[in-house]
């Protein structure tokens, strides 16, 4: 039997504009005439290559929701007047784009004047603590990778996480320095990707490696939160992905430190790709964005200290995304998504540095489906229905014998001379760690717009998990006896929930009495 946790959550707020966890905005402005300064009422606009687009009102005023996150080109026409074409126009996710246009009468029809649009200097209907950075800027800056961006963010500290000598229960390590926001822990920041959470549920800190060219912008929230939110206390980053284009594209890129001399290389390369355009050529109804990275890190966590690359400290990985985008119709838009890695490192620890090649090794892997539809039923009313399938798995064990528990049997104890401050070498890792956390997710969001600068939004989110355990803390003792039987120390520190005695999945119940999965709380 298949036993689950479960979490459902209930919000209803009005608010100015405040960020929530989308990943569309909408342009609004007023179009007069250049001459006498009167509303230009049924002027259009649209966003090219779109289906979408809004007439102006009898006032002048037009506005065009539900806009993914993203640069475009604007045209506003009316008969009589030069067409006005704007480029540039940047779209965040949540916000709201003004742009006013007054437009010059024309003698000559088909007359067309080009604007580049600039970036406002402020975001003025953002009401909380957040910074974005969108596709431009993160092309421009000279560091890759969540981390690293996030970390030059005000207010953000990063620090190196022992778990050799952390007080907490779980004591468990990331594949590189963890991030606090105003002095929070790590496992108070929640990640999502196209409004889906990306978060151990096990641990609350992210596992996941997104690659580089999937992304299109980012918004980091550090406070002021929305009642959305509840379940994380001090930041909040919501990635939006790119999505494919008319045309096809290709990108790449390579980073690597080995063009310097040993000394001052620490082996780290990465290379990444991408591909988009229209799934059928010739045909814009249907439209795709893959992106795939590779990493193989000598050194993950380098330091000029130590003048090359140490040894056991090692990281690699693959990570890829994929999106389907279709316009069912002229309001209702579909994303069918994945993402997926798999990351291997080795967690240098400097006391066992006369015995790396039995340093803990941990393997990461992560899985995400999602489908979201996006409906506009009016100008003023949209909702959106998001499902997702969520995997997330880790093993933690001896760099030698890895995940074949039946090698750990040696009898060898972890030796620890304290008069060294060294493991002494030969010695074995003592914990054999695995465990896995899926979940179905379901949510539901709905805005209603009161007037031009006000929304009402509503929502529901439901999620139930399935949560597997096994940890070994002395592996080395696990020794089948004479008489086929382990001795009762062999078993004495073995925790497990959803796996058996052997580390084998299991929801059969069994010798220790609690191997099928976590029951729901």
């Not at 431009?136 to 953000?156: C, D, F, M, N």
């Not at 104890?413 to 914990?431: N, Q, R, V």
Request: overall charge negative.
């Amino acid at each position: 039997m298949r036993i689950c946790l479960s979490f459902a959550g209930l919000w209803l707020l009005m608010i100015p504009s405040l960020l929530l966890a989308g990943t569309t905005g909408r342009v609004t402005g007023l179009i007069s005439s250049s001459e006498n300064g009167e509303a230009i009422a049924g002027a259009n606009v649209v966003l090219m290559n779109t289906t979408l687009g809004a007439a102006a009102d009898i006032n002048g005023t037009y506005l065009v929701t539900n806009v993914p996150a993203g640069t475009y080109n604007l045209r506003v026409s009316s008969m009589g007047y030069k067409t006005i074409e704007v480029s540039d126009v940047v779209i965040h996710a949540d916000l709201q784009a003004s742009y006013n246009f007054q437009m010059d009468i024309s003698a000559i029809e088909g007359e067309v004047v080009t604007i580049v649009a600039e970036r406002p200097l402020v975001e003025i209907d953002k009401t909380s603590s957040v910074q974005i950075v969108d596709s431009y800027e993160l092309q421009e800056l000279p560091v890759r990778g969540y981390t690293e961006i996030i970390k030059i963010q005000s207010g953000v500290q990063s620090y190196n996480y022992n778990s050799a000598t952390s007080g907490r229960s779980y004591n468990e390590n990331t594949n590189g320095p963890r991030l606090s926001i105003r002095g929070s822990r790590a496992d108070e920041i929640m990640f999502n990707v196209d409004g889906v959470s990306l978060n151990d549920p096990f641990s609350g800190l992210i596992t996941m490696r997104v690659p580089d060219l999937a992304w299109n912008e980012f918004t980091f929230l550090k406070g002021n939160f929305s009642s959305e939110y509840g379940r994380f206390m001090s930041g909040v980053v919501n990635w939006t992905m790119n999505t494919g284009k008319e045309d096809y594209h290709f990108d790449a890129e390579m980073t690597t430190d080995q063009i310097a001399d040993e000394e001052h290389s620490y082996e780290q390369n990465k290379v990444g790709f991408a591909l988009s355009g229209p799934f059928i050529p010739g045909n814009n109804k249907y439209k795709f964005f893959t992106a795939y990275e590779h990493g193989d890190y000598g050194d993950r966590s380098p330091s000029w200290i130590d003048r090359g690359v140490k040894e056991g400290n090692s990281s690699a990985w693959d990570s890829f995304y994929g999106k389907i985008t279709t316009n069912l119709t002229d309001n209702i838009r579909f994303d069918l998504g994945v993402l997926y890695s798999i990351d291997e490192w080795n967690e240098f620890r400097q006391s066992w540095i006369y015995n790396t090649e039995h340093l803990p090794y941990y393997e990461d892997k992560n899985s995400v489906y999602y489908a979201r539809m996006n409906h506009a039923v009016s100008a003023d009313l949209n909702y959106t229905l998001t499902y997702n399938y969520t995997e997330i798995s880790r093993f933690r064990g001896d760099n030698t014998y890895r995940k074949n528990i039946w090698d750990y049997g040696t009898g060898l104890k972890d030796d620890y001379d304290a008069s060294l401050l060294y493991h002494i070498p030969g010695g074995e890792y003592e914990s054999y760690m695995n465990r896995n956390t899926s979940y179905h997710g379901l949510r539901a969001d709905v805005s209603k717009m009161i007037g031009s600068d006000h929304d009402i939004r509503a929502g529901f989110e439901t999620q139930i998990y399935s949560l597997r355990y096994y940890e070994n803390l002395d592996p080395n003792l696990f020794i089948l006896g004479s008489d086929g039987e382990f001795s009762p120390a062999a078993l004495k520190n073995i925790n497990n929930f959803g796996y058996d005695i052997y580390g084998d999945e299991s929801d059969a119940g069994g010798e220790i009495g609690r191997a099928s999965c976590r029951e729901r709380v």
